[in-house]
């Protein structure tokens, strides 16, 4: 029998559990890596790209010019952003494009949909949405199937995915007596679809610059209604079966724009990024709600024209939520003997009731940076953006790390998930609050997965687990500081081990 004493060598192995508590400003529990280019080719254009993150796999999808066509291309990480994996191509229309693709990913299923013209004509001169799945992490992939016809393309026709178990939703904004949100969904992991619904009724004109959102079973849209220039917000608590009344986030003093609105979910607390010119400055404003959008708070101003500038511009801001950490990536237009483009961020480590000051995103050369989207997972930052600054358009990526430990951080505080690591009893022990798919993994310094105790669903409560201190193949793992770490839907909880021999 082998004892997990420290020191006791002849009997096996020793394990020590490592806790580091880690008390940080928000000032330096946030920083950004180096940049890199995702599109590959130099001859080639790329168009509006959209990131997705599920635990470490990282999925950027963009249009990317082929002779002289644009066709969806995918790019993943399978190591939270630390390499890339050559790009694929997701479409092959033959002459018609394929753009404004978006992506969803639960566990391993891969939700595509795209603008598509491969059915435009003199009669028929809007473009259509189609969708495709891959079941094993994009090995293969379903033949493409039409949502939805004839939808207005450009700003208004972007299609929107977001996933959640085997519920699907998609939402588009097409024109019918205006721009109007329509939406469909598959509680079939997309295998077959409900039919097409309006998700904005009449009266509410031009209601482009949408996001959509979701956690668990609840679903959600803001968008900007031009017609009374506010920001609306809808919610749906049964997977998108009914919805809940139209509720205004702030009735606004000014205008609000296009782009304008972004919604972040983490838990019941909801977060809505948007711009707008009230005070004739167009700044990006912000408001949240802690109880599921039942109520506000009241909105902030998140940015300020800087000096030096005849004209500065701010666009819609993109944001994220991961616990009490919301970031902002906000895309900004200026004039300063020239005209340029250029994302900064900011973000606020206490749910949103104060904020850093915006900082620098892009580089000064790089002068034509925008359209950026945003993902986050396991405290990790993901984002990409459309850049010019090498004379023709890019794809760039940029991760950027929430340190673990720091208060706010889902890891210090995850409402019912924990893990222990027992030295004394050759015991792993977990605690989930619901009923949920689990996976319980060592892993050695590198971030290789080196033993697997649990993958499947467990109820709600304390689980334990023995540990032998062997690998998968039933071998001793050599001395060393290991990782242990607690996977639940998109929670996870990681303690840090050093196995003595």
């Not at 580091?20 to 920083?31: G, R, W």
Request: include cysteine.
């Amino acid at each position: 029998m082998y004892g997990w004493s420290i020191g006791n060598k002849p009997k096996g192995f020793g394990i020590v559990l490592v806790i580091i508590c880690i008390f940080l400003s928000a000032a330096n529990a946030f920083e950004w890596e180096e940049e890199i280019r995702l599109s590959e080719a130099d001859d080639h254009m790329s168009s509006i790209s959209d990131i997705e993150a599920y635990e470490d796999n990282i999925y950027v999808v963009w249009a990317e010019s082929m002779e002289e066509q644009y066709e969806a291309y995918l790019r993943r990480s399978p190591d939270n952003g630390e390499t890339w994996l050559s790009g694929e191509w997701l479409t092959e229309n033959d002459g018609y494009d394929s753009r404004s693709a978006s992506i969803a990913v639960y566990e391993d299923n891969i939700h595509l949909v795209w603008v598509d013209t491969r059915n435009v004509d003199s009669l028929h001169p809007d473009p259509d949405i189609y969708y495709k799945r891959s079941l094993d992490n994009g090995e293969t992939w379903s033949t493409d199937e039409k949502l939805a016809s004839e939808v207005s393309f450009g700003l208004y026709g972007s299609p929107q995915i977001k996933a959640w178990e085997d519920n699907v939703f998609v939402m588009w904004c097409g024109y019918k007596d205006g721009f109007k949100l329509s939406y469909r969904r598959s509680t079939s992991n997309g295998l077959d679809w409900e039919d097409e619904t309006m998700l904005t009724g009449p009266g509410y004109a031009y209601q482009t610059s949408s996001s959509l959102a979701t956690w668990e079973n609840y679903v959600y849209v803001a968008w900007i209604d031009y017609s009374q220039s506010c920001v609306r917000f809808k919610i749906s608590e049964d997977w998108g079966s009914s919805w809940v009344e139209t509720k205004k986030v702030d009735d606004l003093t000014g205008n609000a724009y296009m782009y304008g609105a972004s919604v972040a979910v983490w838990e019941e607390n909801v977060h809505i990024g948007w711009y707008d010119n009230r005070d004739n400055e167009r700044e990006v404003y912000y408001d949240c709600s802690y109880d599921n959008g039942k109520s506000w708070d009241v909105d902030k101003k998140l940015t300020t024209r800087p000096e030096g500038y005849s004209r500065y511009l701010n666009h819609g801001p993109r944001l994220a939520a991961w616990g009490d950490y919301v970031i902002a990536i906000l895309h900004c237009s200026f004039y300063r003997d020239y005209w340029g483009e250029e994302l900064k961020y900011c973000f606020s480590a206490n749910n949103g009731q104060t904020w850093c000051d915006a900082a620098e995103f892009t580089p000064d050369d790089s002068f034509n940076s925008q359209s950026p989207k945003i993902a986050v997972s396991q405290g990790n930052v993901h984002t990409v953006w459309w850049d010019g600054r090498h004379g023709h358009a890019e794809v760039y990526y940029k991760r950027g790390k929430i340190e673990s430990g720091v208060a706010g951080s889902p890891s210090s505080d995850l409402k019912g998930y924990s893990l222990e690591v027992f030295s004394s009893r050759q015991t792993v022990g977990y605690t989930i609050p619901k009923r949920t798919k689990v996976n319980l993994s060592f892993y050695d310094g590198s971030g290789r997965a080196v033993r697997t105790l649990v993958s499947e669903t467990k109820n709600a409560g304390y689980h334990q687990v023995d540990w032998d201190g062997c690998d998968d193949q039933g071998s001793l793992l050599p001395a060393g500081i290991y990782f242990c770490r607690l996977r639940a839907e998109r929670f996870s909880v990681t303690r840090k081990v050093l196995i003595l021999r």
